[in-house]
């Protein structure tokens, strides 16, 4: 038997033992892979990924020249954690619950530069996304970036929770050749709004001398 198709048992397996958490009966395939991790190259520096189940995306993180050590894997299920520590010795695999993220001290990892999410968001209340995003974003350097897929028609985070934690979503693109078809976002901080400021305090009206 093939790695894979030993990755597809054991993910089809832990599908039947925990359906909302796994939240799909087979591994994301290549064409998902290379779209979540197109815009992440060795420059990133760490990357976090939370829910990497068998490792697809951990695979595509190596191929764009993430180094294994600059690879933090927060998996749930101990049957996929077990076997990611086996297979990235070197990457640093925790086995806990993603919506617990902030607590992870990540100190010798600085800077994050990305997170690459294959948590199943749509299926989990919204006080668990919020945790995850609010995790993500604390160890999150200034202009790193959280990327989501999705089997839905849009982002799978709600515009409102998107607003309360001051991020935006990015369409990245999608795949059809993934089963199912799915898209992937990039969430980023939104800039903050610039004021304006008068270099003078007399100056006011699009530049003009305020009347006396
Ligand atoms: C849809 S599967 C994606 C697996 C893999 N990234 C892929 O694309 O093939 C969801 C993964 O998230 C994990 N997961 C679900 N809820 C989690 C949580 N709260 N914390 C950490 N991992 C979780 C599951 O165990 C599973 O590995």
Not at 47 to 67: D, K, Q, S, W
Not at 94 to 99: G, L
Not at 182 to 203: C, G, K, M, N
């Amino acid at each position: 038997m093939t790695s894979r198709t030993a990755d597809a048992f054991l993910f089809f397996r832990a599908w039947l033992s925990a359906p909302l958490r796994v939240a799909s009966v087979t591994p994301s395939g290549r064409a998902l892979s290379s779209l979540m991790t197109t815009e992440i190259s060795a420059d990133t520096g760490t990357v976090i990924e939370l829910g990497p189940g068998t490792g697809v995306f951990t695979e595509a993180l190596l191929n764009r020249g993430v180094a294994e050590e600059n690879l933090v894997l927060v998996e749930y299920g101990a049957e996929f954690a077990n076997q990611l520590s086996d297979r990235f010795p070197t990457a640093k695999t925790v086995q806990m619950d993603a919506t617990q993220l902030r607590k992870l001290p990540l100190h010798a990892f600085a800077p994050v530069g990305a997170v690459v999410s294959g948590l199943p968001l749509l299926s989990m209340p919204l006080r668990k996304v919020h945790a995850i995003l609010e995790g993500a974003f604390s160890h999150l350097r200034p202009g790193g970036a959280f990327y989501q897929f999705t089997y839905g028609p849009k982002c799978p985070i709600a515009r409102p929770l998107l607003d309360r934690l001051g991020l935006k979503a990015t369409y990245v693109g999608c795949t059809l050749a993934n089963i199912p078809p799915a898209a992937v976002y990039r969430i980023s901080r939104r800039r903050p709004r610039r004021t304006f400021e008068p270099a003078h305090q007399d100056l006011m009206f699009d530049g003009q001398k305020a009347p006396s």
